[in-house]
């Protein structure tokens, strides 16, 4: 992993394994191992857009989609610690019209995505852990991986070319052309990203080793998503790093190991 995105992620590394030993010592309850299936809904952003030069355009909606498989513990009635291996979609969707021509840019990250996640039980269930709904607030980070990267551009309805594209009322036109080849759109984009992570949720055992959870969060990449050498200044000769964001929600089901 770049050295970098080790720095940044020491601090909050750190942060995750003192809320585990603070709930460790302040335990004296059984821990509970489980895995986890999740599936989620969600609307993706990218936030401070980097349009290579030209006019910023409108954003539009875009949904996005992940699943997942994880594993958690729960530490008490009040703690638990939980991580998966999840496949996510995400960008942005642009369209606006310039000079009387609709110009539309899609955007499409597919990633492999790692959380860390620290959930607490605010509602204290005590004795009816398993009867009770448990109300849950969850803070942590995601580190992802980019994957693929699909990219479309279209100019009154007929599908160009970046390059293409980017010439339109762009005076950084020959800054792109002198950046290495990017017909390939995953080499615009940094591989790497850690969001922070937000949510609450709601859980419920159905079975007596059988949970259902439903969570809605929210997420926001700290690192700028593209390459240094396409972080090129804006129609007023500003540059802002672009990031990963999203709105969404989770439905996931737990399976608590009996024997463990």
């Given at each position: 992993?770049?050295?970098?995105?080790l720095r940044r992620s020491t601090p909050l590394v750190s942060l995750i394994i003192l809320l585990y030993s603070s709930a460790l010592l302040g335990q004296s309850g059984r821990i509970y191992h489980y895995f986890t299936f999740d599936g989620e809904g969600?609307?993706?952003?990218?936030?401070?857009?980097?349009?290579?030069?030209?006019?910023?355009?409108?954003?539009?909606?875009?949904?996005?989609?992940?699943?997942?498989?994880?594993?958690?513990?729960?530490?008490?009635?009040?703690?638990?610690?939980?991580?998966?291996?999840?496949?996510?979609t995400g960008g942005q969707y642009y369209k606006d019209v310039f000079a009387g021509l609709e110009h539309v840019k899609n955007i499409e990250f597919y990633s492999l995505q790692i959380p860390l996640i620290y959930k607490f039980i605010f509602n204290n269930?005590?004795?009816?852990?398993?009867?009770?709904?448990?109300?849950?607030?969850?803070?942590?980070?995601?580190?992802?991986?980019?994957?693929?990267?699909?990219?479309?551009?279209?100019?009154?309805?007929?599908?160009?070319?970046?390059?293409?594209?980017?010439?339109?009322?762009?005076?950084?036109?020959?800054?792109?052309?002198?950046?290495?080849?990017?017909?390939?759109?995953?080499?615009?984009?940094?591989?790497?990203?850690?969001?922070?992570?937000?949510?609450?949720?709601?859980?419920?055992?159905?079975?007596?080793?059988?949970?259902?959870?439903?969570?809605?969060?929210?997420?926001?990449?700290?690192?700028?998503?593209?390459?240094?050498?396409?972080?090129?200044?804006?129609?007023?000769?500003?540059?802002?790093?672009?990031?990963?964001?999203?709105?969404?929600?989770?439905?996931?089901?737990?399976?608590?190991?009996?024997?463990?």
């Open positions: 992993m770049h050295p970098f995105i969600k609307v993706d952003f990218i936030f401070d857009q980097n349009n290579y030069g030209r006019p910023e355009m409108l954003y539009r909606i875009k949904p996005g989609y992940g699943y997942g498989i994880g594993y958690g513990v729960d530490i008490g009635n009040r703690h638990k610690i939980q991580t998966a291996l999840r496949y996510v269930p005590s004795k009816t852990y398993r009867k009770d709904f448990q109300w849950i607030l969850n803070a942590g980070f995601n580190f992802s991986y980019l994957i693929r990267t699909d990219a479309t551009y279209r100019i009154d309805g007929q599908t160009v070319s970046f390059y293409d594209f980017m010439k339109y009322n762009n005076s950084h036109y020959d800054e792109i052309l002198a950046n290495p080849d990017a017909t390939d759109p995953i080499s615009l984009f940094n591989r790497w990203d850690i969001a922070l992570y937000g949510g609450v949720s709601a859980l419920y055992f159905v079975l007596d080793y059988v949970a259902v959870e439903l969570e809605l969060n929210v997420t926001y990449g700290m690192l700028d998503i593209n390459r240094l050498e396409w972080q090129i200044k804006n129609v007023n000769g500003q540059y802002s790093g672009s990031h990963n964001g999203q709105i969404g929600s989770r439905l996931t089901v737990l399976y608590y190991i009996p024997f463990w």
